[in-house]
């Protein structure tokens, strides 16, 4: 199937690793020219290397902390200014840290607030003047926009509030042919994932190692997914191949989450 991405011009936040790399790299795989950022400037700069090396894509790669107030605004103009415009989005901030209601503080709650949900509301404002017709915005999301997630406290309250933010602006685009969806990891082998088993084998007194058994008994493919699995799930909402779903909720989960709407 052609996906028809070739020299289209996509920025990717948060890609120095973990799924924006994945998915940042699954576009370079496409044809994709790139935009893509971190915080931490020797991580990007091997990123956009790594990538460059394995596919001969065209890679802008710049220091952006999309939890700072004007950062991502700066850096999708630069981007889209170097580019031409742009014609894919994806909205990544990683996510908070773990922990319980109460055991989160108040200058977590804004600084989770911040990268989470104010990240998604500033990469929709500042892409919107550089995106036409046949345009594609991805947020990634979470579990938590299903079910509570009651040791990710902090993502359970603002990951829906970014779902409903790609509902909203699927209805408000589609008329300009914007397209506009969000896909939820399930339980995706990344550095963060392993970070999340370790504090949950903290909490419950056991090992990582037992923590990753037990949650595979509950996902019905029986594993966890790997982070191309995800990728490929994403370029396909980004591509001509998804051109009437907009509005839409995906999850790349092996079955894990089980709502019935």
């Not at 091997?46 to 952006?64: H, N, P």
């Not at 919107?128 to 040791?151: E, W």
């Amino acid at each position: 199937m052609d996906l028809n991405l070739n020299s289209k011009r996509a920025v990717v936040a948060t890609a120095s690793g973990g799924l924006g790399f994945a998915i940042a790299s699954a576009l370079a795989a496409e044809g994709c020219r790139l935009a893509i950022c971190s915080s931490d400037r020797d991580r990007i700069e091997a990123a956009a290397g790594r990538i460059r090396s394995e596919s001969g894509a065209d890679v802008l790669a710049e220091v952006c902390d999309v939890a700072e107030p004007g950062a991502i605004t700066k850096w999708i103009d630069g981007a889209a200014g170097a580019m031409g415009g742009i014609d894919l989005l994806v909205a990544n901030a990683g996510g908070p840290p773990p922990g319980r209601f109460g055991d989160v503080g108040p200058d977590a709650w804004d600084a989770a607030y911040r990268l989470t949900l104010r990240s998604g509301l500033e990469s929709a404002s500042a892409t919107r003047p550089h995106m036409g017709d046949g345009g594609a915005v991805l947020f990634m999301t979470s579990a938590s926009t299903r079910q509570p997630v009651g040791v990710l406290a902090m993502s359970t309250v603002f990951r829906p509030g970014v779902a409903a933010l790609a509902k909203l602006l699927a209805d408000e685009w589609a008329s300009d042919g914007i397209r506009v969806n969000h896909l939820i990891p399930g339980r995706i082998a990344t550095s963060r994932l392993m970070s999340l088993d370790e504090d949950a084998a903290r909490r419950a007194d056991t090992t990582p190692e037992a923590i990753r058994a037990g949650v595979e008994q509950s996902i019905p493919m029986g594993r966890y997914g790997e982070p191309s699995e995800y990728a490929a799930a994403a370029v396909f909402l980004l591509s001509a191949a998804a051109s009437y779903i907009t509005g839409a909720t995906l999850q790349a989960d092996g079955g894990l989450l089980r709502p019935i709407v």
